[in-house]
């Protein structure tokens, strides 16, 4: 009982987006945009002038506040910072990884299916029947 | 007598151990399906999801190659202080993963609030029923005609002393205020995009849940395979 983890639960929590301008507006469309009172917004545009700082202060943002339940991040974003990503490991906020209109899901790069991939390795099941 | 008692004890003790190990057994190959099911799932829902968001993509394209490029920009977004009109309930999920929920922590599980109310404030008005035949009717795509703004497009689709819900017709409302960001008159396309990446939202919640889902079906599977390990 010491060790589980508390979920924080809340009832109006946000989507952030990490993502290209086109899936950024997208979602907008959507209802999910949000500006607080000191006009900082629940998303980042990532373009070519983006640098990789700005990407990976972004995501421990996103990740830290709390009123945030979902963090949605461009699967081609996630791979410039994708130390970051795979040692993130709190329920909340869940991050998925997105596709892009120039870079299609790839599952092998997905954050999550390599943290379970390896129970399918050739050492787990060998280990297994020995 | 006794002797077929004492016969008997190691026989039963065996037996007991034997249905003991089968139902661990049992259980561990429950585990793995439960884990490579709610897999299957997510892989399933990624892969409609990249419909989705190719359809909405499309979309934009079309609305930014009839509108104008300067007219479907990031430069437009509106940065004055405003809620999100879509948002999420996260709670605690016990159910079918109570036990890994108790021994793993718990598992968490997302509700889409779409187009919940501002004046509402931050408790939200529930998630509010789209009436479906609505939808249909304004998906489709109508002609732009000149000089008519969103709420005239409004009044026209819903006027008064229609049977059409109050809910229903906040919904359209903060539509065409999202819609109204990138001016008075808007390609047909662009409301298009905007059901397309609302369709999107909806799978993305759907993602989100099968991914705890994994990943509490593979802790408890990881848990099994340890304790057998140390068993043998």
């Known amino acids: ?130 | 007598m006794e002797e077929e008692e004492q016969q008997n004890r190691p026989e039963s003790c065996e037996n007991g151990r034997e249905d003991g190990e089968a139902e661990e057994q049992r259980q561990q190959e429950e585990s793995v399906l439960q884990f490579l099911d709610s897999m299957d799932g997510y892989l399933t829902l990624l892969d409609s999801l990249s419909s989705t968001l190719r359809q909405g993509w499309i979309d934009l394209a079309s609305a930014r190659h009839s509108m104008g490029v300067s007219r479907v920009t990031s430069v437009l977004f509106d940065l004055k202080l405003h809620s999100a009109s879509t948002t999420l309930h996260v709670a605690e999920q016990g159910g079918d993963f109570s036990l890994i929920a108790d021994s793993m922590g718990e598992q968490p599980h997302f509700v889409l609030y779409k187009w919940s109310s501002s004046d509402s404030g931050k408790c939200g008005s529930g998630e509010i029923e789209i009436d479906k035949r609505e939808l249909q009717q304004s998906s489709s795509p109508q002609l732009r005609h000149r000089g008519a703004s969103p709420h005239s497009e409004l009044q026209k689709e819903y006027p008064a002393g229609s049977t059409t819900s109050p809910k229903a017709y906040q919904v359209q409302n903060e539509r065409f205020k999202l819609l109204s960001v990138f001016g008075t008159l808007v390609s047909p396309k662009l409301h298009t995009a905007q059901l397309s990446f609302e369709t999107a939202l909806g799978t993305l919640v759907k993602i989100a849940n099968m991914r705890s889902s994994m990943l509490s079906a593979f802790a408890q599977v990881q848990k099994q395979s340890q304790a057998t390990t140390k068993m043998a």
């Open chain 1, 1 to 130: 009982m010491a060790n589980r983890s508390q979920i924080p639960t809340c009832n109006s929590a946000l989507i952030a987006m990490i993502a290209d301008e086109d899936t950024v507006t997208g979602f907008l469309l959507a209802g999910v945009g949000n500006v607080d009172l000191r006009r900082k917004t629940n998303y980042l545009i990532v373009d070519s002038k983006t640098t990789v700082k700005a990407i990976e202060d972004a995501f421990k943002e996103f990740t830290t506040k709390e009123d945030i339940a979902i963090v949605l991040i461009s699967q081609y974003v996630a791979n410039m910072i994708r130390f970051l990503v795979d040692s993130y490991n709190k329920p909340v906020p869940a991050i998925l990884e997105i596709p892009s209109k120039d870079h299609p899901y790839d599952p092998a790069q997905d954050s999550v299916l390599s943290r379970v991939k390896h129970l399918f390795s050739t050492e787990s099941v060998a280990s297994g029947r020995r």
